[in-house]
């Protein structure tokens, strides 16, 4: 089994930037591919971007230009940098660790004003 511990989440105005941290444990050999998923209320959780263990990455078209994510293999951990973040953006994000099931973290909640 894998962990998942994200951190980095909180409140920032409109236009301002925030980096999520996920930290893998456990079975990490395992993982072939990370990746960031949001929740907000009353919506389904979608994709936000994601990354393989060879470092190939994909965005939601949504966060293209804004986001970027990173992952660092000495460290088990994954990064996602927000910047030009949007009121819209405002959900819980998780971390999600694809071995031959999905992990999830147990998210952290990203509010961002107007």
């Known amino acids: 089994q894998v962990q998942l511990v994200e951190s980095g989440g909180g409140l920032v105005q409109a236009g301002g930037s925030l980096r999520l941290s996920c930290a893998a444990s456990g079975s990490i050999f395992s993982i072939n591919a990370m990746g960031w998923h949001r929740q907000a209320p009353g919506k389904q959780r979608e994709l936000v971007a994601g990354?393989?263990?060879?470092?190939?990455?994909n965005y939601a078209d949504f966060v293209k230009g804004r986001f970027t994510i990173s992952r660092d293999n000495a460290k088990s951990t994954v990064y996602l940098q927000m910047n030009s973040l949007k009121p819209e953006d405002t959900a819980v994000y998780y971390c999600a660790a694809a071995t031959n099931r999905v992990e999830w973290g147990q998210g952290t909640q990203v509010t961002v004003s107007s």
């Open positions: 990354i393989t263990s060879d470092g190939r990455t």
